[in-house]
């Protein structure tokens, strides 16, 4: 399940989940987004290109979730220029696992009150609507 | 029951909610927060004042609340210098109990996942954990 696929240009309320790590800072849906392209594309530079990030804010995103976590959730391998490869650890994986997994319950429990609140929004979009979301919610 | 509570300064993971509107921009707790002082306090400004909130930011958030819902949430009432009085709409008072509903279903839902997550959390805080949290969320 993915609460989050149908939501751009879409009308329906939608749950956006952020897990706030007490002092480790927080864990949203653009750090999650990126492990999961680090996984899939085995390199931290070209996951954060996919995403419209700089190299630079990529590479300090993954600095601060490996410092959040008992153990680094990516492990980068030494290479050449532009850098060597990097995947998620099985912490990593784990972590991935468990924020879906809560983005979905949540979404579940959530549903039936989501559409209430869907029937008071306005038909029309409201001229004033900006979407200021980053990586780092 | 406020998931919020006990948040700051704790380790313990917790979930910040954020429901999107689809066109209408996103409701987080910043604009709850805002919506709920303004019923308390009756005035915009005593609101945004009392979330470090300036004036202009205030008044800005509550025009795009306004819009993005079928009817006002927040009635204004004119008034001399300062603003006149404001208060919570019946619909302003029934979107944030559906916001609240939804957050108190979702942390429920989420607990056990949550305790997983947090186990797996660093010990120390990390030394690059910011908080970029705003109102707008």
Excluded: C
């Amino acid at each position: 399940m993915t609460p989050q696929a149908s939501r751009k240009g879409s009308d329906a309320a939608a749950l956006t989940i952020r897990v706030d790590l007490g002092r480790n800072g927080a864990l949203g849906p653009g750090k999650i987004r990126l492990m999961e392209l680090i996984g899939k594309l085995g390199s931290i530079t070209k996951a954060g290109k996919a995403l419209g990030m700089s190299y630079r804010r990529a590479w300090l995103l993954v600095d601060s979730l490996n410092q959040a976590f008992r153990e680094p959730v990516i492990a980068k391998q030494m290479g050449g220029r532009g850098g060597g490869g990097a995947k998620l650890t099985d912490l990593g994986q784990r972590v991935v696992g468990s924020y879906r997994a809560i983005e979905a319950a949540a979404a579940l429990a959530a549903q039936r009150e989501l559409e209430t609140l869907q029937s008071a929004v306005a038909a029309k979009p409201a001229s004033r609507s900006r979407r200021d979301r980053t990586a780092s919610e």
